[in-house]
């Protein structure tokens, strides 16, 4: 890491500027004591930023924090409008050439979404860091604390420029696009995909970075503000003896999208690829993925023809976002195939 420059007053080294975007979630989680792990989403209190920041005299060493205070929500009652609104502060945030990263506190269950769509709006240059917690801010041993620490440890490092949306969780770093959430309780509740973890925040305060993250066509080509209300997109996901009924009902609902999350590398039944059929001619864009934690659905250019997209390894909720946003723009499916390709 190179050093930062000298405080012309002081002497002492000029330490980064990191703006922390707090929208709630375990992180800031209050329960009735200490041993409330599960139980304190009915409690229903979260505590300020600046409580947060507060129990953490360490960050003084590391940078000079602004912060931002979002409405604080349960991360599963956000929904993409809340996102978008995360976005518009992120973006402005990170274009200001004083700051040198951003941090966002989240709550867990909506995470890696909320983290992929600031991928899709923020373009790669200043990092931004999406972390959370999987124990209450009040609770034994909760990792809220540190994760927050590393977050603007990792915000503030120029190793992480040009990455895009990292995400951080117990020491570990991910790529927004590639991470999801693997345990609902576990403290290493986070993965990266089948290439693993971009790199790590050592113990000693460390940023090591071991792969790149790989560039792709989507990444920071959204303006939050041109997008608007993104249309309705909804998830169907197959099942043995599944029987169509849900994407016909998708379509009477008006979704101008649907994801496909097929068996396998990405398989409907064929009553739901007839009812894929349905949605197709009544001007319906459907996007294939898979039910399957990874894996690839690879083109199919007879399909891209009929107007069925193919997530290649994004997982649904994530094609849900891409689509949805890409809408915005057109309903030309093969104008909007290399946006989900790599």
Known sequence: MTPPAADGRTGRPARPKVAVVSTGGTIASVGRDRLDLTGYPEVAEMRAVGALL????ELAEVADIGTVELPNVPSHALGVDGALEVGRAVRNLA????TAGVVVTHGTNTLEETAFLLDLVCPPGTPVVVT???RPATGLSADGPLNLLNAVRLAADPAARGRGVLVLLDDTVHAAREVTKSS?????AFRGGELGPLGFVEGDGAVRFHHAAEPW??????DP???????RVDIVVSYLGADGALIDAAVAAGAAGIVSAGTGAGYPTPAEEQAVERAAKAGVLVCQATRVASGLVTPRPAALADGVLTAGDLNPWKARLLLALALTRTNDATTIQPLFDR
């Open 54 to 57: 507060a129990e953490l005299p």
């Open 95 to 98: 274009a200001d050439p004083a």
């Open 132 to 134: 959370g917690a999987m």
């Open 184 to 188: 609902a309780n576990r403290l290493s």
């Open 217 to 222: 066509a989507a990444r920071g080509t959204f």
């Open 225 to 231: 503000d041109a997008v608007g209300t993104p249309p």
